[in-house]
């Protein structure tokens, strides 16, 4: 994902998920609240050394290990720790060292499943960087192996902890928009997506994305992200999908796709449009929830609000966000001005909440689950040029 530059209100450091709830009281609690949480990244990509720094700036949470079957990936890993770290090849020998009491998983999509199984049988608890599992049998083992467990379970879907995000799903169901008709949803970049490969016979290994063996390509590394809104707003599941896509621009000799174009069903009728393109960025990201009292717009970091009906004008309040008049932001809509942090930092502050407090994440196992299902589905319809219906899975 890409990063957006904008202003950190510290305050919101230390907020608390409120809606979080205890897993097994107080029988299985870290050794305290004010202990050190210790934590091995199995993955050192760009998302696992992404994530590092943000692990660097949260009080009393470590990252003491680094993993990765890659050298040059594990030394840039291992350069983004602050202080020391011992360094993996094996991710197993990292799960037996004693002192890590939590691992990130962020490895590529095919190797989520076991590794995160491996982690839960070792007694670590687990942050597993979406898309959570491959293929219907690796999120029902999964799930099945974390509902058996006493051990902490969040997945990488951040913008759960993005409290502009909380913030426009309660507006949405406190009917700011009415009824929910659709929506739209997009992800486009202009690029190849490759990463760059120091040596050829390293070309699988280094961009794994573009290959079926180990890749659920745009569907599983972008609309996942957007496919866990939709399930979150309406608090559902599809009902069905059709889809279309190709490798239609990069002739390259990649498998996944290079343009993806999903469109889900949900219950009361509501269709949900994701497309992925790597030929054009027009809009970059972009999320549109439509109802027939308004719209809500999202990027990665902003939100507007759009109603139905009303000609564009100064208010001095939206849906609570008061203080200075509003005023209509040209072609989106009220700005919907909510202070909080990057999601992505959120998110591992939520998941080290968790840890000391024994309560459940918001982005856990159910909603990780159910994610990847979607996006397993979409694969299916594209792939096999079919409609897909609902997958109901035991454990989930």
Not at 7 to 20: G, I, P, R
Not at 250 to 276: M, Q
Request: glycine fraction near 8%; charged fraction near 25%.
């Amino acid at each position: 994902m890409k990063r957006r530059e904008f202003v950190v209100k510290s305050s919101l450091a230390t907020a608390a998920v409120a809606t979080s709830t205890s897993v097994l009281g107080n029988i299985n609690r870290f050794r305290g609240a004010n202990e050190t949480v210790n934590v091995g990244v199995i993955g050192t990509g760009d998302r696992g050394s992404g994530l590092t720094p943000f692990i660097n700036q949260i009080d009393k949470f470590n990252v003491i290990a680094c993993c990765d079957t890659l050298p040059f990936r594990l030394e840039n890993g291992m350069s983004k720790v602050k202080g020391k770290a011992e360094g993996y090849t094996d991710y197993r020998k990292l799960l037996d060292n004693p002192n890590v009491d939590a691992v990130l998983i962020a490895t590529p999509f095919n190797t989520h499943s076991k590794i995160a199984m491996d982690a839960l049988d070792a007694g670590k608890h687990v942050y597993c960087e979406k898309t959570m599992a491959k293929g219907y049998d690796g999120i029902q083992h999964l799930a099945g192996k974390v509902k058996s467990s006493s051990k902490i379970f969040q997945t990488g879907h951040q913008y759960h902890s993005s409290r502009l995000y909380s913030h426009v799903v309660n507006m949405i169901k406190n009917g700011t928009i009415g009824k929910i008709t659709a929506f739209e949803c997009q992800w486009n970049r202009n690029g190849n997506w490759r990463r760059p490969v120091p040596s050829p016979e390293l070309e699988r290994a280094v961009n794994w994305r573009m290959y079926r063996e180990f890749s659920g390509g745009l569907a599983a590394e972008l609309c996942s992200h957007q496919l866990d809104f939709a399930n979150w707003v309406t608090e559902s599941t599809p009902e069905k999908v059709m889809g279309m896509g190709g490798v239609d621009y990069w002739k390259d000799g990649r498998e996944t796709y290079d343009n993806i174009h999903l469109l889900y069903s949900y219950p009361n009728g509501v269709k949900a449009t994701f497309t992925c393109l790597t030929s054009n960025s027009m809009d970059d990201y972009k999320i549109k929830v439509m109802g027939d009292k308004g719209t809500i717009i999202l990027d990665y970091v902003k939100a507007w609000f759009y109603p139905e009906g009303k000609n564009n004008k100064e208010m001095g309040e939206v849906d609570g966000v008061s203080g200075a008049t509003v005023k209509w932001d040209e072609g989106k809509g009220y700005p919907l001005n909510i202070d909080h942090e990057d999601p992505s930092k959120q998110a591992l502050y939520d998941f080290r909440e968790s840890i000391v407090n024994n309560t459940e994440p918001i982005s856990n196992i159910t909603t990780g689950a159910n994610a990847a299902i979607c996006v397993q589905m979409g694969l299916d319809a594209m792939y096999n040029e079919e409609i897909v219906h609902w997958k109901t899975l035991p454990n989930v």
